[in-house]
């Protein structure tokens, strides 16, 4: 089990909550530190988000329980009810991922309120405030998730993997349970790169120039996301139609791997430009664009002679998801092209090992 950056934040976060509750002097600090918890975020910019919407929860739900405690005096019925009347309210207001901070608030200044009512409830908010403050610092200042990094690695390891499936299928070397479950597998690491995409694009730059350069390397690297989706779905073709490939003529099933093969070939380098591993290049491919006439002519012999509508869809289809993931390569490698002679000081990329 691998123990994760916003995990240790977490404890750490709960630590100084308790640390900063007793050196105040505050009553139960065990409240802070269960405020501490639901501040945590996985980017310092959802910290500062989050953490405006949780005062103004934990503030709506402070006024309310004080109201109600007033007016009633504190019991778990009221507490109940008190809840629920916070719950609508949150609802209603739309930040219901606040819930459970302003629920933290109402039992805090409901579950044994003291004799100056007014007095305990605004100390125990403070408590539950301080406790959102010390995940905020933490955010702030430890383990600052670096996006960047992560996104290029995990985008380099999967598209890694889905090319080497991509090879063995092509050669019928796989086995068919065996890949149909790394296809799930793959289809996973792929929603979490998109998520970590995300996370990346939230970081915000405070200078003009980091902002300009980060806008182009978010188009790059969605570029790159794509392009290894499209290999994605080249992969799951070749797996779907393994046994309509094998029955195909030998002359496609021949010009089809050399296609795939050079795809894969151009991937790589342009993985290896993309990690700043080697220099761009700008000679024509002659290669690259020989292997794609050969499919096509090899295609559409085979159209003017076979009367099997059923192998001439499938046919069509693995070739056009081998066209797609070609014109995703070319838009990939003049973006990174663009990068790199406009941005050369920005080219060199951590990789996290």
Known sequence: MKLGARIFKTGIAITLALYLASWIGLPAPIFAGIAAIFAIQPSIYRSFLIIIDQVQANIIGAVIATVF???????????????????????????????????????????SAGDDFLMF??????????????????????????????????????????MKWIRLS????????????????????????????????EERSYFKKTTYVKSRKLVLFRQAIITANRALDTLKKLHRLENDIYHMPEEFQETLTEELDYLLYWHELILMRFVGKIKPHDDTDEEGIQYKQLLTKSFLKNQQNTDDELIDYNMLNIMASAVEYREQLEHLETLITSFQTYHPKDCEIEIEE
């Open 121 to 162: 409830a605004l100390v125990r908010t403070s408590t539950v405030i301080l406790g959102v403050l010390s995940s905020f610092i933490v955010n702030l200042v430890f383990l600052p998730p670096k996006y960047e990094t992560k996104l290029i690695h995990n985008t380099v390891e999967n598209t890694e993997e889905i």
């Open 170 to 201: 092509m050669r019928q070397s796989t086995e068919h349970s065996i890949l149909k479950e790394d296809i799930e597998k793959l289809k996973e690491k792929m929603i979490k790169l998109d998520q970590t995409y995300l996370l990346y694009k």
């Open 69 to 111: 405690g007033l007016i009633f005096g504190p019991s778990p019925i009221m507490i109940g009810l008190t809840a629920v009347i916070v719950i609508t309210i949150m609802l209603k207001l739309k930040i219901e991922h606040t819930i459970s901070i302003a629920l933290v608030t109402v039992i805090a200044i409901l579950e």
